[in-house]
């Protein structure tokens, strides 16, 4: 993943090295594993341009039938993070018609759990692949990416006719947020193409077996884990060895609280924003958790796979997670467990926003390298992602929906998604989101995402957590070598 992104999972592990492409950290590696950065700092240097990337690169002749010049004959290597959605969605929709537009080009495709780590040393030398879908626990930092000029900007994607009809622009076919998610200080270097919804997800039938509702408020649902207790069943899991699932709840809570301008606060890096009485009120909720013996045991132990297995397997009620669960744990699930996800519930009866009001976000990012040996192949690609039949059958494969309007509709969509996409209905306007982890990952992962560990695990006080996350954005907004983002 990756809602997230974040967002597609694993997306919550600390990468084996850091992963922000600064020109120290390029030296530094280089340095190491014997790289060679070329003349003038190679990739830096190469980059500078931005969305200009390599002038070497092919091109091929504007027409009605190629909006995005695209080089007929130019081979195109795709390279996708087989994580929760897999790899199929490329290499048997995708691809496949590229390759019918582009019979003469050769689609050279690859898979890996392990995007930096395959990738960061190709990007160091000037040959990365043309297409990336940059996810996972993993995946290189996008904002770092856009500040060392190593993306290919992505506006004459925006501009170009949509791959449906050439009368409306790929831009007007996108959902709200696509753009503002994956753009750095104005210019748009990131697709996300997977929309992502947030919330709690439960059985809906293991609910009804005993007669269980699913809560409004935040003492309702206290009041319900007593009862889950009483049952000899655990109320909550989580994924415990990747804990910033459990920060999706904290802020979404706190958020309906006050009034999302405490995420934009966030975001911002303003200072104190991390103190706020919400997020310590919200953070105080889910320490409780733990502290009254809700949390399965053992689950501070667990990766993702073993936490959501355990909660499929009956063992707990309750998980946060996004929209891609269903499809991840498609071959663990039950025949009779009826996946279904709801809003979290309210700390306060007069909280800013309704109970209905939820976290949603395009996530799953997609770029195209600056220095691809086909930039406009690239484009063309994500292009054919964000058609009818391209998106459409992501939803169909995956269970996911995309950030494509009107994509899913009229297709029979699994009972997960299916209860996802009502939530998104019932919540209207009263969607929110926060890109602090986009535009600076490492203050996600790993500083925040270890306070958050310490919060679940009892070991810190609510007050302390919010202190480690205020030093986390401290750290980040009086470090001159990090690019400034702002909305």
């Given amino acids: 993943m990756s809602v997230p992104q974040d967002r597609s999972v694993p997306e919550d592990t600390a990468p084996v090295f850091p992963v ?22 190679g990739l830096l240097a190469a980059c500078a341009t931005g969305g200009g990337g390599n002038n070497d690169a092919a091109e091929g002749e504007v027409t009605e039938d190629n909006p995005l ?54 990007f160091v030398s000037g040959n990365p692949p043309d297409v990336v879908n940059n996810s996972g626990a993993n995946q290189m930092d996008n904002g770092q990416l856009a500040a060392d000029g190593a993306l290919y900007e992505l506006t004459d994607l925006l501009d170009a006719p949509s791959w449906d009809d050439p009368n409306v622009t790929v831009r007007d076919t996108l959902v709200a947020g696509t753009v503002e998610v994956g753009s750095y200080n104005g210019t748009f270097y990131v697709l996300n193409y997977a929309y992502s919804v947030f919330g709690i997800w439960y059985n809906a039938a293991l609910l009804e077996q005993y007669g269980w509702e699913y809560p409004r408020t935040w003492q309702d649902m206290v009041a319900l884990c007593r009862e889950i207790q009483s049952a000899g069943i655990a109320p909550w899991t989580y994924q415990g060895l990747h804990p910033r699932y459990m920060n999706w709840p904290i802020l979404s809570m ?53 936490a959501q297995t355990a909660w499929c397997q009956g063992r707990a009620v309750f998980i946060p997670c996004g929209s891609w669960l269903e499809n991840e744990q498609a071959d663990v699930t039950p025949e009779d467990f009826r996946m279904a996800v709801a809003p979290e519930p309210l700390l306060s009866t007069d909280s800013a926003l309704p109970f209905e009001a939820i976290r949603a976000t395009p996530g799953e990012p997609f770029i195209v390298p600056a220095q691809a040996n086909n930039p406009r192949g690239g484009l063309e690609y994500l292009r054919i992602m964000l058609s009818k039949e ?42 929110f989101n926060w890109l602090y982890p986009s535009w600076y990952a490492t203050m996600e992962n790993p500083m925040i995402d270890a306070a958050t560990g310490d919060l679940m695990t009892n070991r810190i006080t609510p007050q302390e957590w919010a202190e480690r996350c205020e030093a986390a954005a401290t750290q980040i907004r009086e470090d001159d070598s990090i690019e400034k983002y702002s909305r």
């Fill in 254 to 306: 706190a958020t309906k609280l006050a009034g999302p301008d405490i995420l934009v606060d966030i975001d911002n890096l303003v200072p104190g924003a991390w103190n706020h009485e919400a997020i310590i009120e919200a953070a105080t909720a889910v320490y409780n958790l733990r502290r009254d013996g809700f949390i399965l045991e053992g689950t501070e132990g667990m990766d993702h796979v073993q």
């Fill in 69 to 122: 010049g695209v080089p007929e004959d130019e081979p195109l290597e795709v390279v996708i993070f087989n994580g929760g959605f897999g790899e199929a969605y490329a290499t048997d929709i995708h691809e496949p018609m590229y390759a019918e537009r582009y019979p003469n080009a050769r689609i050279e495709h690859s898979a890996t759990e392990q995007i930096a780590q395959t990738l960061q040393s190709r």
């Fill in 20 to 41: 922000p492409l600064s020109r120290r950290a390029l030296l530094q590696r280089a340095g190491v594993a014997g790289l060679a950065l070329g003349p003038a700092g």
């Fill in 390 to 431: 391209g998106a459409s059958g992501f939803t169909q494969m995956v269970s996911s929906l995309t950030s494509v309007k009107g994509a899913a509709d009229g297709l029979e969509l699994s009972p997960g998604l299916a209860s996802a996409a009502q939530m998104l209905s019932n919540a209207g306007d009263n969607v």
